[in-house]
């Protein structure tokens, strides 16, 4: 193990370092990119709605569960996927726990990510 | 700057009362994953300070919430860098908290006795997925109107319950005035105190425990 350094001046001066870089990055994309004003509410005419990016996978997933089966969807996935989540420092218990535990992040990370994808096709 | 420094130590006493945290020990072999935890905090401290500088204009009301986010962005002086630096703090910081899950997860640092930060951690992510969902309404466009009619009418796919759940969420049967309201005060009142109030639990337990070592 290499030696440790302090928090002051070492590791503050890293810290300061990242945060500037953070906020350059945040104002060159609020610069070149601003957020646009949408459209009054207008109840006469039709509108796809569409959420924010995180949420397009709920979105996308929400279409494959019709009629009574829409539960699934809109409420057992999410409350699953978050308590999956929450519990991972439990499924990583025992001699292959550390297997189980990849298995379930890989599959939720995944679940994010494909249908994130397949909502943007 | 050095007279400065002694100036305000002077009187403040800053550095005896700082000291331990000051002169504590970082492990220096810590990679720059190590750092999407921070950002995603910075993120959060800029989401706070433009959100302040939006509430001074915003009008949460049916009539007046649109205009007052067209003036805001046409009128007001800067506001639309402002509004602009709120909604990508928003993303930015949505993406640094995914790539700090995953860091954390990578390092095994959800073992116990970090088993409890972890589950504060993924508190923190819920809470912070419906910031996100009640901030997306505030503009009171079509956009946003349908995307909260659609958003809370999944509450009410729930058996025999369901209509209440999306009542509540809606303060009513319809997406109105009301909601928007309701939407206002989650977003800058309830969610935020929460979401600081985990956060310092959150830190404080990393101070307690020490940054984890990949094993």
Not at chain 1, 79 to 93: E, H, Q
Not at chain 2, 114 to 127: A, C, E, K, S
Not at chain 2, 180 to 190: M, Q
Not at chain 2, 192 to 201: D, F, G, M, Y
């Amino acid at each position: 193990m290499k030696h440790d350094k302090r928090f002051y001046p070492d590791y503050l001066s890293e810290i300061l370092a990242t945060i500037f870089i953070c906020f350059e990055l945040l104002v060159i994309l609020a610069l070149l990119y601003t957020p646009s004003i949408g459209r009054q509410i207008d109840f006469l005419k039709p509108f796809q709605p569409r959420p924010e990016w995180y949420f397009l996978w709920l979105f996308e997933l929400i279409g494959y569960f019709p009629g009574n089966t829409a539960v699934i969807g809109t409420v057992i996935i999410p409350i699953v996927y978050v308590f999956l989540l929450l519990f991972i420092p439990y499924i990583d218990k025992g001699e292959k726990g550390r297997l189980k535990a990849a298995l379930v992040g890989i599959a939720l990370l995944l679940t994010f990510a494909i249908f994130t994808l397949l909502s943007l096709l | 700057m050095e007279k400065v420094l002694d100036w305000l130590d002077y009187r403040f006493g800053l550095k005896r009362s700082h000291y331990r945290f000051l002169q504590r020990r970082v492990p220096s072999d810590l990679g720059y994953t190590y750092c999407f935890g921070g950002m995603a905090f910075t993120y959060f401290l800029m989401l706070a300070c433009s959100g302040l500088l939006l509430s001074l204009y915003y009008v949460p009301s049916e009539k007046e919430a649109f205009r007052s986010v067209v003036m805001i962005t046409d009128e007001v002086t800067l506001g639309w860098v402002i509004r602009g630096l709120h909604k990508w703090a928003a993303t930015l910081f949505i993406i640094s908290t995914i790539l700090h899950t995953i860091r954390v997860f990578v390092s095994k640092a959800y073992h116990p006795p970090r088993d409890l930060n972890w589950m504060v951690g993924v508190m923190t992510f819920v809470l912070v997925m419906f910031s996100g969902f009640t901030g997306y309404l505030l503009p009171w466009d079509q956009k946003a109107y349908w995307a909260t009619e659609v958003g809370t009418a999944m509450a009410r796919s729930v058996p025999f319950i369901g209509d209440n759940i999306m009542n509540v969420f809606r303060g009513g049967p319809e997406v109105s005035g009301a909601t928007l309201v309701r939407f206002y005060s989650l977003h800058i009142l309830y969610l935020p105190l929460s979401i600081a109030v985990l956060l310092w639990t959150h830190f404080h337990m990393v101070k307690r425990q020490g940054i984890s070592r990949n094993l």
